[in-house]
């Protein structure tokens, strides 16, 4: 067995096997299981699941956590078994070093599972095949590289302190030490020791290992692409839903867990959970929403679709119904954009609703907080910023003003003449 921060460990042919999993359990007193190779339950892991529903985490926070911790079980595995209390900073930071250099796993999708793959692609699909990473040329968006993205990466690393630091506060087995350790210069000194206290705080304590993320700004939907989008979609009720999208800014799984109840016509709302807090808040809405929802509502109860104040308010279009989940809608999505040759997601179209809301100069900037459920003003003002089609037109626009500038002939400019008056009292002239 390789020991623990070996200096002998290639990382360049360490091969990461696929073995272990986590398991949705659909249990709400234990949303998700991190199962071993042998398929046992890691309990250090569900101790610390435990732990974050009783803070009031919800059971998507859970899974994002679990991959995290699912991906660093399968590395202390593939480099000889490390237990993962006798994990030591070097097997973090070898770890940190495989995630930003290895490529991702490439995993089949289950669909295409046993089943012989066309040698040649079609010509539609080689023509808009692009590199990983690589912009679209719809929509600017680069898509999905070979490497793990730096927000992964700094996730993970968030993710695993924080496991080990619950850990050590429990005395858990033979932990001694916690293997991804704060940054060198923050971790005597006292967070925030000499901050202003005009300015904003900063993140003064990040992870030795924790990467660079750069900030992101927020894309919209333009509106002519928009246009082309809902065009291509195929029923009403999609339609409906974007509408409902952009109209709101709730979120993607906000907007899916809504009653028939929730819609009230006459006020034009929409009610929705939250998030983060689970509190339901009523959202303003466009009247062609309700239009679109009307139209979607009509022919799917004349098809049987179940009616009533407390049933779903979003289904599926074929038998047996189902209630919409955010798996279908995604895909209903993802088809819409393969016709474009776009890649839009889901939450774009909140952005694009909050870009709207945020650039209405009749509408308070605070106003779009309480609607986009933002904790701090901030956030929300990430939406003035411009977006990258009028950063690029405003550039053109003035290499265009300059070009006019320099073909455009210009008179020479005549020479200034003296003022008479000024003349006669410099030379004592009497003034009539």
């Not at 249990?27 to 892991?45: F, I, K, M, N, T």
């Not at 590199?131 to 680069?142: C, F, I, M, S, W």
């Not at 993320?213 to 246009?227: A, C, L, M, N, S």
């Not at 062609?288 to 004349?302: I, K, M």
Request: net charge positive; aromatic share 10%.
């Amino acid at each position: 067995m390789e020991q623990a921060g070996s200096p002998e460990r290639d990382l360049k042919r360490l091969v990461v096997p696929d073995i272990g999993r986590l398991l949705e359990t659909g249990d709400p007193w234990e949303p998700y299981q991190l199962r071993d190779s042998h398929g046992a339950r890691v309990e250090p892991v569900a101790t610390y699941f435990k732990d974050l529903l009783a803070a009031g985490s919800s059971a998507s926070t859970l899974r994002s956590y679990g991959m995290d911790l699912l991906r660093w079980w399968r590395f202390l595995w593939a480099v000889g078994g490390v237990e993962w209390d006798r994990a030591v900073r070097e097997d973090a930071r070898d770890f940190m070093l495989w995630m930003q250099l290895a490529d991702k796993p490439k995993r089949e999708h289950w669909r295409r599972r046993g089943k012989a793959q066309p040698d040649i692609p079609s010509p539609r699909s080689e023509s808009r095949r692009l590199p990983p990473g690589a912009a679209n040329p719809v929509t600017g968006k680069p898509s999905v590289g070979p490497k793990y993205a730096a927000s992964t990466r700094a996730h993970c690393e968030t993710v695993l302190r924080t496991f080990y630091a619950f850990h050590l506060d429990r005395n858990t087995g033979s932990l001694l030490v916690n293997p991804f350790p704060l940054d060198r210069s923050r971790r005597a000194a006292r967070a925030h020791a000499h901050h202003n206290p005009e300015h904003e705080h900063r993140l003064e304590r990040t992870g030795r290992y924790r990467p660079k993320v750069p900030e992101r700004i927020p894309r919209r939907i333009p509106d002519e692409q928009y246009t082309q989008v809902f065009a291509g979609l195929r029923s009403d009720r999609d339609r409906a839903l974007l509408a409902f999208w952009v109209a709101s800014g709730a979120r993607a799984e906000e907007l899916l867990t809504a009653r028939q109840s929730d819609a009230v016509v006459g006020q034009q709302t929409i009610g929705v959970t939250r998030k983060g807090t689970r509190s339901y808040q009523e959202l303003p809405v466009s009247p062609d929403a309700f239009v679109w929802l009307r139209l979607y509502q009509e022919g799917a109860w004349r098809q049987g679709v179940p009616r009533g104040r407390n049933q779903p308010l979003w289904w599926t279009l074929r038998r047996p119904w189902r209630p919409l989940n955010y798996a279908a809608a995604r895909a209903m999505f993802n088809r819409t954009n393969e016709t474009l040759g776009s890649n839009w997601t889901l939450h774009d179209l909140r952005h694009t609703a909050s870009y709207r809301m945020a650039n209405d100069p009749e509408m308070s900037l605070a106003y779009v907080q309480h609607i986009l459920a933002h904790r701090y003003l901030t956030t929300t003002q990430k939406y003035l910023t411009p977006s990258r089609d009028e950063v690029i037109a405003a550039g053109i626009a003035h290499h265009t003003r300059q070009e006019q500038r320099r073909n455009t002939p210009q008179a020479s400019p005549s020479a200034p003449a003296y003022n008479q008056s000024a003349l006669d009292v410099l030379f004592g002239r009497r003034l009539g």
